[in-house]
C-alpha cells in the first residue's frame, strides 16, 4: 500500500469512527479500546504461535491447559476455541500470552446423525452439534464419515460455540481416541464430558440430579446424576441452576438415559485467571445471542456486550446485527459488559439484489448478468414466494471455499433502489482506479453513471474516484488476516454497468 493511501485510510477510519453513528443506537461508553497493555481475549484459534481476534499472541513462555489438562504448544490446533490472558504491543496485532486454556463443549458417542433443511448436524450426550463449511475436522472424513448410532456411533470431541438456541456450532471435531503424533487426538478419549448450564436442580447448591443444557436452551439436553464420592472442582467450589459447568465420566456414562457424573468442574470458580479488570481491553469472538431488533445490550460467546452511537463496524452496518451471526466486539470492560469500540463480523455480510431463477430456498441469482449460487439452511428466514418475482433481496455469507455461492440469512420478496440490481461485499481485489473484485466477480468501477454521487464514503458523502480507491483495501488472509473493505455497487438496470459504488463499513 503506497503512503497516500495509507495516510487516506487511515484518515477515513478515524473519521468513521469519530462521526459516524452508524445506527448503532445510544446506551453504551463507546470506549475505545487502548491499543496496547493487558488484555483478554477469547474465540476461535489458528495455528501461528496463536492467532486470535486479529492479534498473533507468542506462546512460547504461556501456560497452556486445554480440557483442564497441561499441555503444550504443539497441542493447540487449528479451530479449537480458546482464552487466552497476556499482553498486546501498541501495533494492536502482537503480543504475549501468558495463560491460555481451551475448551471443549461435548465428548462422547454420536448417538443421531442427521441433515434437516441443508444443515448437517448430529448429537452427543443431549448436545445438537453443527457442522458447516469452517468446521474443521481431524482424523475424521468429514461429516460422511461420521457414524450416528447410540451403540456404535463415532466418538468425537467437539470443539465450537453455542448459538441462540444453545446448540453447538463446531469448529472442530476431533475423531481420534488417542494421541497423535502430530499432536492431536482427544485430551481423554475415554472419558466422556459436556459443558453447559445447570437446569432443572433441587434449589441450593450442588444438586445431585439436574440437566446439562447450552446456554440460552429452553429444552433438551442431558440428564446428569452425580454418584456418591464424586469430586467438585476446585476444591471448595459451589454450583446451582445457572451454573457452567463440566460434567466427566469415565466411559461408559449412560445409566437408563442419565449420564453418571464422578467430577463436577465450575467454571467461573476455576477461571480467575480469564476476568478483566475494569477498563481493561477485552475482546471476545463468538455467535450473537439475546438480541433483538434495536437493542444496544446483547451477548457475544455468553459474555455481555453494549453498543453505542460511536461503536464502529466492521465487514457489515450496525442493522446487520441479529442472533446467531459470529462478530468480534472489542473494546474495554466496564466492570459488567464490553463496551464496544468495534464490532467486526467474522464473515462478512453479503448483500444481494437481483432476479431469482426459481422459488423456493435455492437457486441462482442474476445481479446485473452475474450469477450467485444461493442456498439455504436451517437458519435462512424467508424463501422465495411462488411464483418468484422479478426482484428480490438476500442478506447472507459466502460460503468458505471461493466460487459465487453465498448461504442465505435471510431473503425478502422485495427490492430498494428502485429494484436496481445490488452486489454489497468485501473487495477481494483491485485493479487502481479500474475495477474491484466482489465474490470473484472483477467490476469496473471506473466510470459510475450517477451523476449526483457516482463514489460515495461510509457516511454517504460524496468523494472523488481517487479518495474512494485509497480507501480501498483488498482482504488479505494473512495472517493476521484483514477482512476486504465493505463496497456496494449499484448497477444501472439497463446497461448492467455500475451506476454507484458506495464504501459501507
Not at 158 to 181: C, L
Amino acid at each position: 500500500m503506497s503512503p497516500t493511501k495509507l495516510v487516506n485510510l487511515l484518515v477515513l477510519t478515524c473519521l468513521a469512527a469519530l462521526l459516524t453513528a452508524c445506527g448503532g443506537g445510544g446506551g453504551g461508553t463507546g470506549a475505545t479500546a487502548p491499543a496496547g497493555g493487558a488484555v483478554i481475549s477469547s474465540g476461535v484459534m489458528v495455528k501461528g504461535s496463536v492467532i486470535i481476534n486479529g492479534v498473533r499472541f507468542e506462546d512460547t513462555a504461556a501456560s497452556i491447559v486445554i480440557d483442564d489438562t497441561p499441555k503444550t504448544a504443539a497441542n493447540l490446533k487449528d479451530g479449537m476455541v480458546v482464552q487466552v490472558s497476556g499482553t498486546v504491543s501498541d501495533d494492536g496485532i502482537n503480543g504475549t500470552a501468558q495463560r491460555i486454556e481451551a475448551q471443549i463443549e461435548v465428548r462422547g458417542r454420536v448417538d443421531l446423525k442427521q441433515t434437516v433443511n441443508g444443515t448437517q448436524q448430529f448429537r452427543v450426550l443431549g448436545q445438537l452439534v453443527i457442522v458447516d463449511d469452517q468446521t474443521i475436522y481431524s482424523n475424521l472424513a468429514g461429516f460422511a464419515a461420521i457414524v450416528g448410532d447410540p451403540t456404535t456411533g463415532t466418538i468425537v470431541e467437539a470443539h465450537g460455540q453455542r448459538d441462540a438456541n444453545g446448540d453447538i456450532r463446531a469448529t472442530r471435531v476431533e475423531g481420534s481416541v488417542t494421541a497423535q503424533p502430530d499432536g492431536t487426538g482427544m485430551t481423554n478419549g475415554l472419558i466422556d464430558e459436556i459443558r453447559g448450564v445447570v437446569v432443572g436442580g433441587a434449589a441450593g447448591n450442588n444438586p445431585t440430579s439436574f440437566t446439562v443444557r447450552g446456554f440460552g436452551s429452553t429444552a433438551g439436553g442431558q440428564a446428569v446424576q452425580v454418584i456418591g464420592g464424586a469430586t467438585i472442582t476446585p476444591a471448595g467450589a459451589v454450583y446451582q441452576n445457572g451454573s457452567i459447568v463440566e460434567v466427566h465420566c469415565t466411559r461408559p456414562c449412560l445409566s437408563g438415559g442419565v449420564f453418571q457424573a464422578n467430577l463436577i468442574e465450575v467454571e467461573s470458580a476455576e477461571d480467575s485467571a480469564f476476568q478483566s479488570s475494569q477498563n481493561q481491553r477485552r475482546e471476545a469472538e463468538g455467535l450473537v445471542s439475546s438480541y433483538t431488533a434495536g437493542a444496544t445490550a446483547f451477548l457475544v460467546d455468553g459474555i455481555p456486550v453494549t453498543i453505542s452511537g460511536s461503536t464502529r463496524y466492521v465487514g457489515g452496518i450496525s442493522t446487520d446485527l441479529q442472533n446467531n451471526i459470529k462478530v468480534e466486539a472489542e473494546g474495554i470492560w466496564t466492570g459488567t459488559s464490553i463496551a464496544a469500540s468495534k464490532i467486526e463480523y467474522k464473515r462478512s455480510v453479503v448483500r444481494l439484489q437481483g432476479v431469482p431463477s426459481a422459488s423456493g430456498g435455492t437457486f441462482t441469482l442474476n445481479v446485473a448478468g452475474r450469477n450467485i449460487s444461493i442456498e439455504s439452511d436451517n437458519f435462512t428466514q424467508g424463501s422465495v414466494s411462488n411464483p418468484a418475482p422479478t426482484c428480490v433481496q438476500i442478506r447472507g455469507q459466502r460460503k468458505a471455499g471461493g466460487g459465487a455461492v453465498v448461504t442465505a440469512g435471510e431473503i425478502i420478496n422485495s427490492c430498494s433502489n428502485s429494484g436496481r440490481p445490488v452486489m454489497q461485499a468485501p473487495v477481494e481485489a483491485e485493479s487502481p482506479e479500474v475495477t474491484i473484485t466482489l465474490l470473484g466477480f472483477a467490476i469496473d468501477v471506473s466510470a459510475p453513471t450517477d451523476i449526483q454521487k457516482p463514489y460515495a464514503d461510509i457516511n454517504d458523502q460524496s468523494i472523488s474516484k481517487t479518495a474512494f480507491f485509497n480507501a480501498v483495501t483488498p482482504a488479505n488472509p494473512g495472517p493476521p488476516a484483514v477482512a476486504g473493505t465493505l463496497v456496494k455497487v449499484i448497477f444501472d438496470e439497463n446497461t448492467l454497468g455500475a451506476r454507484q459504488v458506495e464504501l459501507e463499513d
